[in-house]
């Protein structure tokens, strides 16, 4: 196998469970494949959120090292590998943003597409499962305000602030209708 790309569908889904499999079991070798498979994605979801080279490099080896120690809380019944993978990262990229405060003068969200590469990215990957589906189904039983609110906080990777400033609401109702959001999300998911 090619170790160079991340291998398509169901078959790159069950590489990926087994190498999280082995990461979990003190794998080194298992931890260096996953990096060589996933990094280039995941580097493009630390640089799209923080939209700094040197910083994006910092989050995404911090990633790797909470993969290393919490590869045996994976659990496949609950997320495909890349969905846990880029929730790892966005959650890393967005506590370093948050962590960094404003910053004037950092790089443009374009210099990403020198790092980004061609493949699809968590969302689309998403979007060709079974879970994709469900939740699609699961996101049209709650309203367009909160949906999009969800969506832009998870795939797009803004912070609450954000959302709030962006929705022209207070913080405290940004941070409820997401919370109400994520709970019905979770009661549709478990049916």
């Known amino acids: 196998m090619d ?48 939209k700094d080279r040197e910083e994006a490099e910092d989050v995404l080896q911090d990633v790797y090292l909470t993969i290393w120690n919490r590869a045996d809380r994976y659990d496949g019944a609950r997320a495909s590998p890349i969905t846990w993978l880029a929730t790892i990262t966005r959650n890393r990229a967005i506590d370093r943003l948050r962590a960094l405060g404003p910053r004037p003068g950092g790089q443009p969200i374009e210099d990403a597409g020198e790092v980004a590469d061609d493949s699809p990215d968590a969302l689309e990957l998403l979007g060709r499962s079974d879970e994709a589906r469900r939740l699609s189904d699961c996101l049209g039983e709650v309203d367009d305000r909160t949906r999009s609110a969800i969506t832009d906080a998870f795939f797009g990777g803004l912070t609450y602030e954000e959302l709030a400033h962006r929705a022209g609401m207070p913080l405290g109702t940004m941070k409820s209708l997401i919370r109400r959001g994520l709970v019905k999300l979770k009661g549709c998911l478990s049916r």
């Open 3 to 50: 170790g160079s790309s991340l291998l398509r569908g169901d078959e790159g889904r069950a590489y990926l469970v087994e190498r999280l499999g082995a990461v979990a079991a003190g794998d080194r070798a298992a931890l260096a494949d996953l990096y060589q498979r996933t990094s280039g994605k995941l580097f493009g979801i630390c640089l799209r959120i923080l």
